[in-house]
């Protein structure tokens, strides 16, 4: 049950190609759902993914993936998809006390990008948890440039990018982070649980903002174009969108 979310991302139309959307998690409030149904969706339209990941594990995904009919693992034995554990090759490095550079990042990253396209001239990117590099220690600046490489990357192949960060507060260097690649993005998406606290016909808030948007013929002489704003219920087998007040 991914259609809500496609939709409000805009994936259903015919092109989505060279377009980055920003996913920001607000106080810890999880947005892995997003990444699952991007995920599985492309599957399906059998559009070739790298996932870049220092947040979740691939056995995450594989379990959310068998719950909403689409097999990971198999998909990465086929080529179509491949995972690329950042996470886990950096913590190889840290413990043989070597360092991995922004240029050797950059440079793993193209090389699987390239490895991939001799089979599929459309590599989509996924990237889980840009923020997760600040935990190991590489600054705003590194990080930005690193994202900065991919986006040039998708938008040379045409391809379709997505960045999570966990953002912790206003005043947290994640904030920070977030802001700068979201005035590069297409779509930005909020993600935030309730004010109000726990409840059990709601997980959350999703705010869908559209910064790339007044570029587009469509909407240049808007002056403003509005946010959407959705309630969301998260299920085993996917996630359901709410308009506010409905519930």
Not at 50 to 61: E, G, P, R, V
Not at 75 to 94: M, P, R, S, T
Not at 128 to 155: A, F, Q, T
Not at 236 to 245: E, Q, S, T
Request: include cysteine.
């Amino acid at each position: 049950m991914a259609t809500d979310i496609i939709s409000a991302l805009e994936l259903d139309k015919e092109n989505i190609h060279s377009r980055i959307l920003v996913v920001k998690e607000i106080n810890n409030c999880s947005s892995s759902f997003i990444t699952s149904c991007v995920l599985g969706h492309l599957i399906k339209k059998k559009s070739a993914v790298l996932i870049i990941s220092t947040h979740n594990s691939i056995k995450h995904y594989q379990n959310v993936g068998l719950k909403m009919n689409y097999n990971l693992n198999r998909c990465i034995d086929d080529g179509l998809v491949q995972f690329y554990n950042f996470g886990e090759e950096y913590v190889d490095k840290l413990l043989k006390n070597e360092y991995i550079s922004v240029e050797q990042i950059y440079q793993n990253i193209t090389d699987k990008i390239e490895y991939m396209r001799k089979k599929y001239n459309v590599v989509n990117v996924i990237f889980d948890g840009v923020s997760h590099l600040l935990d190991m220690y590489y600054n705003i600046k590194e990080i930005n440039l690193i994202c900065s490489k991919i986006i040039e990357l998708i938008r040379e192949y045409n391809s379709l990018l997505i960045c999570h960060f966990n953002v912790a507060s206003e005043h947290d260097l994640t904030h920070v982070l977030a802001n700068f690649l979201s005035h590069k993005a297409f779509m930005v998406v909020e993600v935030e649980n309730l004010a109000s606290g726990w409840s059990s016909d709601v997980s959350g808030h999703l705010t869908i903002k559209y910064p790339g948007k007044k570029f587009d013929n469509e909407h240049m002489h808007s002056l403003e174009i509005k946010p959407a704003q959705y309630l969301f219920k998260l299920f085993d087998r996917g996630v359901k969108l709410l308009a506010p007040g409905t519930v």
